[in-house]
C-alpha cells in the first residue's frame, strides 16, 4: 500500500516538472535566421487606381443652352438610365428637366403677345395718320389749281388785283410742296417705325422657337453604340439623376472606347520623384484578382493637389493598361506597380534584418558579429547590400538575445558611409541653394543677368584659418550655381 502511494506521488512531481519545463521552453523564443541573397532587385512604388477610358465621347445636353437669345444658368438632370447599360445610336439615355426653361419660354410668349399688339398698333396709327396726310394733299391741290383759274381770270382786271391772285398761287404752291415734304419725312418715319417694332417681333418669335428647339432636345440620345457612364464633376462627384448642367459644362454622361483603358491613380509627394514617364507597370483588378495586366506610365503631373477630405499632397499619374480584355470596365480599381528602378544582380536582405544607429547599419551575423554594411536603395521589403555581406550568409532576421555581445567589425567601411552621408548632405545643400535662388530672382530680388549672390554674414568666424576656407567654399558654391 505504501509502495503504490508512493509511486503516485513520485508520478505527480514527474508530471509536474514537465510542465514546468515545457513551459519554460514555449517562452523562450527561438530566433530566427535569414540569408543574403543575390540575383535581380526592383524598386516598387505600390498605388491604387482607378480605370479610365483613354478616348471616349460625351453625351452633351443641346449646345443651344449657350445661345444669345437667352440663356439658362443651371439644368437638372430628371432621368438617366443606369450606369454601365450599352445602348446603340438613337436609344434613350437622360431627360432634362423643363420646368426651367418653360417658365422663360412662358415669359417669352408674353412678350411676343405684347409685340404682336404694339405692330399692329403702329401699323395702324401709323395708316392713319399718312391718310390724313394724302387728303391734306389732295385738298391743297385743288386749292392750287383754284388759285391757277383766279390768276388766268384776273388778265382783264387791274394789275393791282393781277398782282394779288399771283401772290395767293405762289401760296398756294409753296404749301403744296411743303405738304408734300412733310409726308415724305412722315412715310420715312412710319417706315422706321414699322420696322423698329418688326424687328423686336421677330426677335420675339425667334427666341420663342429656339427655346421650342431646345425643350425639343431635352429628351437625349445616344450619338453612337457604347457603354454609358456617369460623367465624373471636377469635384469627383458623379453626375446622376438631380445634378445640374451648366451651359459651361454640358456632359450628361460618356460613351468610353473600351478598347484603350488608363488607370488613373495618385502618387504621394514622397514617391513621385520616382515615377517618369515610360516606367512599366504591373497591374491587377481587384474585381478579377487570377487576372494580371501591364502597362506603362504615359502622364506625371507637375503640379500636386489635395484630395477631398486628405492633408496629404499627391501628384496625378496617369498608366496606359497594354492589354485588351472586354471585363475591364471604367471605375473599376486596380493594384498599380510602377517598377521605377531595377538592378540586374545585387545583394539584398530583408528590411527586418537591418539594424542602425546615428552614423552606420549593421546586421547581426549567425557567427556573433555585428556586421557593419552598406547600403544602398530599397524597397517596401527588401533593401540593397553593396558592402559588408557576402552571397547565402546567413544573418538574424531580429535583434538577437544579449545583442551586447555581439561585438562589431567591418569598421574598415566606416569612412565609405560618412563620405556617402557628406556628399547625400552637401547634394541637399546644393539643392536648397539653387531652390532658394530661383525664389529669390522670381520674387524679384537682385538683377536680371546676375550670376554671383553676396552672402553676408553675421557669424563670427572661429578663426581666419577657417574664415578663408569658408570663403572658399562660398565661391566654389556660388560658382557651382552660376546660370
Do not use: C
Not at 514537465?18 to 527561438?30: H, I, L, Q, R, W
Not at 401709323?126 to 394733299?137: A, F, M
Amino acid at each position: 500500500m505504501k509502495r503504490k502511494y508512493w509511486l503516485i506521488l513520485i508520478a505527480i512531481v514527474v508530471i509536474l516538472l514537465t510542465a514546468f519545463f515545457n513551459t519554460g521552453s514555449k517562452d523562450k523564443v527561438t530566433p530566427q535566421f535569414t540569408h543574403a541573397e543575390a540575383g535581380r532587385f526592383e524598386i516598387v512604388v505600390n498605388v491604387t487606381g482607378e480605370l479610365t477610358a483613354q478616348n471616349s465621347e460625351d453625351i452633351t445636353a443641346p449646345t443651344e443652352l449657350r445661345g444669345r437669345s437667352f440663356r439658362v444658368t443651371d439644368v437638372k438632370i430628371q432621368d438617366l438610365v443606369p450606369e454601365g447599360t450599352v445602348v446603340d445610336s438613337g436609344d434613350y439615355v437622360a431627360t432634362l428637366d423643363r420646368s426651367a426653361l418653360s417658365n422663360q419660354l412662358k415669359n417669352t410668349e408674353d412678350e411676343l403677345e405684347k409685340s404682336q399688339q404694339a405692330y399692329l398698333k403702329t401699323q395702324l396709327d401709323t395708316t392713319l395718320q399718312l391718310r390724313e396726310l394724302r387728303n391734306n394733299l389732295i385738298n391743297l391741290k385743288f386749292d392750287m389749281e383754284e388759285k391757277k383759274l383766279i390768276l388766268e381770270q384776273s388778265k382783264y382786271e387791274p394789275p393791282a388785283t393781277q398782282r394779288q391772285a399771283q401772290i395767293n398761287l405762289e401760296k398756294a404752291e409753296r404749301a403744296y410742296q411743303q405738304a408734300l415734304y412733310n409726308y415724305n419725312l412722315k412715310k420715312e418715319q412710319a417706315e422706321a417705325s414699322m420696322k423698329e417694332v418688326s424687328i423686336n417681333l421677330e426677335r420675339q418669335r425667334r427666341e420663342r422657337q429656339d427655346m421650342l428647339d431646345v425643350i425639343s432636345k431635352f429628351v437625349i440620345r445616344a450619338p453612337k453604340q457604347g457603354m454609358v457612364i456617369y460623367y465624373r464633376e471636377w469635384s469627383g462627384q458623379k453626375r446622376k439623376v438631380g445634378s445640374t448642367v451648366s451651359p459651361w459644362d454640358l456632359t450628361v454622361a460618356t460613351l468610353p472606347d473600351l478598347s484603350v483603358m488608363n488607370s488613373k491613380t495618385y502618387v504621394n509627394e514622397i514617391d513621385i520623384s520616382k515615377v517618369k514617364k515610360g516606367q512599366p507597370v504591373r497591374i491587377t483588378v481587384d474585381a478579377f484578382p487570377e487576372k494580371k495586366f501591364t502597362g506603362e506610365v504615359i502622364e506625371v503631373a507637375n503640379i500636386g493637389e489635395q484630395l477631398p477630405n486628405t492633408d496629404a499632397k499627391v501628384f496625378e499619374v496617369t498608366i496606359r493598361v497594354n492589354e485588351y480584355d472586354p471585363i475591364l470596365r471604367p471605375s473599376m480599381t486596380t493594384g498599380n506597380q510602377i517598377v521605377t528602378n531595377t538592378y540586374d544582380s545585387v545583394l539584398f536582405i530583408p528590411l527586418e534584418a537591418l539594424h542602425a544607429n546615428d552614423s552606420m547599419s549593421f546586421v547581426y551575423t549567425r557567427k556573433g558579429k555585428r556586421q557593419i554594411v552598406v547600403v544602398g536603395d530599397m524597397n517596401e521589403n527588401f533593401i540593397i547590400v553593396e558592402k559588408g555581406l557576402k552571397t547565402g550568409e546567413e544573418i538574424y532576421l531580429s535583434t538577437p538575445e544579449k545583442p551586447e555581445k555581439f561585438n562589431f567589425t567591418g569598421f574598415e567601411l566606416i569612412p565609405e558611409i560618412k563620405k556617402r552621408k557628406e556628399n547625400k548632405l552637401q547634394q541637399e545643400a546644393e539643392l536648397r541653394q539653387q531652390q532658394e535662388l530661383m525664389n529669390k530672382r522670381k520674387n524679384g530680388f537682385g538683377m536680371p543677368g546676375q550670376g554671383n549672390v553676396m552672402i553676408i554674414s553675421t557669424d563670427k568666424p572661429a578663426d581666419n584659418k577657417n574664415s578663408s576656407s569658408a570663403s572658399k567654399n562660398t565661391v566654389k558654391e556660388q560658382k557651382k550655381t552660376k546660370p
